[in-house]
């Protein structure tokens, strides 16, 4: 079900970096639901890959909202 609402300060369309990476620029794309461990919600996020958009799926704890500006 892409595209959940989940209340909180991630949703699709959001900016965000992945902490402890170098990606520091993604877009989520996609809410995948409470399927990480002890129910932790899930994102899908497209970064900048060479020479396409790449995507990956990480735990929310592990995303930060940042500004489209930077």
């Not at 520091?24 to 396409?52: F, M, N, Q, T």
């Amino acid at each position: 079900m892409a595209g959940w609402d989940t209340g909180g300060p991630l949703k699709v369309g959001s900016w965000v970096k992945v902490r402890g990476t170098h990606l520091d620029k993604c877009r989520i794309v996609e809410y995948r639901g409470p399927l990480g461990p002890g129910g932790a919600h899930i994102y899908r996020v497209r970064y900048r890959g060479k020479p396409y958009p790449a995507y990956a799926e990480f735990r929310e704890d592990q995303l930060e909202v940042v500004s489209a500006e930077q």
